[in-house]
Nanobody, 116 residues
Framework: QVQLVESGGGLVQAGGSLRLSCAAS????????MGWYRQAPGKQRELVAE???????NYADSVKGRSTISRDNAKNTVSLQMNSLTPEDTAVYYC??????????WGQGTQVTVSS
């Protein structure tokens, strides 16, 4: 089992920046991909960005160029730096981790609200 705890959400003005962090604990040796998803009211959960243990990254088109995902394998943490935020970025952001057995774990979510 893997436990994920997010931090860093909050209220930010449009055009501002935010950094989300997530710490994993438990059976972390088995984690391969870590990432961030988000879910806005009335919408499905969607991928924001993900990063492999080797550092390969994948971003949603909506955040590409203004977001950076990073990972510290030694500390079992993953972070997401988001810049130039717009109200469309308002959502609950979830940290995720996938292991070698294709199990996916989720954090409890952190609210990000961007005011116009």
């Amino acid at each position: 089992q893997v436990q994920l705890v997010e931090s860093g959400g909050g209220l930010v003005q449009a055009g501002g920046s935010l950094r989300l962090s997530c710490a994993a604990s438990g059976s972390t040796f088995n984690i391969n991909v870590m990432g961030w998803y988000r879910q806005a009211p009335g919408k499905q959960r969607e991928l924001v960005a993900e990063i492999s243990r080797a550092g390969n990254t994948n971003y949603a088109d909506s955040v590409k160029g203004r977001s950076t995902i990073s990972r510290d394998n030694a500390k079992n943490t993953v972070s997401l730096q988001m810049n130039s935020l717009t109200p469309e970025d308002t959502a609950v952001y979830y940290c995720s981790a996938g292991d070698s057995r294709f199990r996916k774990y989720w954090g409890q979510g952190t609210q990000v609200t961007v005011s116009s």
